[in-house]
């Protein structure tokens, strides 16, 4: 689960930053189309800056809106391969759309990438890894 305190993590410049504290507050409110909205104004300001994909990836995710979060995801990925994050928000749109096997390699690779300090990516891993057993015993 996407927290504010993850929304709000990265400084950015200041009218970037006003877009992108409305999209905060609105995510908080549960206004999420609204959220998304401030968070493409700062993506216009700011273009480069794969916490506002990160941020319009989980307020879309949250309107069911999976293909155009799964690119917010991806394109934050693109931006800041290193960043667990953006794998952590690739892994959700997959297990959403049922993908658990590319869920379980998303999420495994925002847990890498977090070098253990992610404890949510970790029990993603390890809840999805149930989940592909359960399926493949089912299928048998």
Same mark, same amino acid.
């Given at each position: =689960?996407?927290?504010?305190?993850?929304?709000?993590a990265v400084?950015?410049?200041?009218?970037?930053? %006003? $877009?992108? +504290?409305?999209? /905060?507050?609105?995510?908080?409110?549960?206004? *999420?189309? !609204?959220?998304?909205?401030? *968070?493409?104004?700062?993506?216009?300001?700011?273009?480069?800056?794969?916490?506002? *994909?990160?941020?319009?990836?989980a307020a @879309? =995710?949250? @309107?069911?809106?999976?293909?155009?979060?799964?690119?917010?995801?991806?394109?934050?990925?693109?931006? +800041?391969?290193?960043?667990?994050?953006? *794998? $952590?928000?690739?892994?959700?749109? $997959?297990?959403?759309?049922?993908?658990?096997? +590319?869920? $379980?390699?998303?999420?495994?690779?925002?847990?890498?990438?977090?070098?253990?300090? %992610?404890?949510?990516? &970790?029990? !993603?891993?390890? /809840?999805? &890894? !149930?989940?592909?057993?359960?399926?493949?015993?089912?299928?048998?």
């Open positions: =689960m996407t927290t504010t305190a993850d929304i709000a400084p950015v410049s200041a009218p970037t930053s %006003s $877009f992108r +504290e409305q999209g /905060n507050d609105e995510y908080r409110k549960g206004n *999420y189309l !609204k959220a998304a909205a401030n *968070y493409t104004k700062a993506i216009k300001e700011e273009p480069e800056l794969a916490a506002l *994909y990160s941020n319009r990836s @879309l =995710m949250q @309107l069911s809106k999976l293909p155009k979060a799964l690119a917010d995801a991806e394109e934050c990925i693109r931006l +800041e391969p290193q960043w667990d994050k953006g *794998y $952590f928000r690739k892994g959700a749109v $997959f297990e959403a759309l049922g993908k658990l096997e +590319e869920a $379980f390699e998303a999420y495994k690779l925002a847990a890498d990438k977090a070098k253990g300090s %992610s404890r949510q990516a &970790q029990e !993603k891993v390890r /809840n999805i &890894q !149930k989940l592909i057993r359960q399926r493949a015993a089912k299928a048998t």
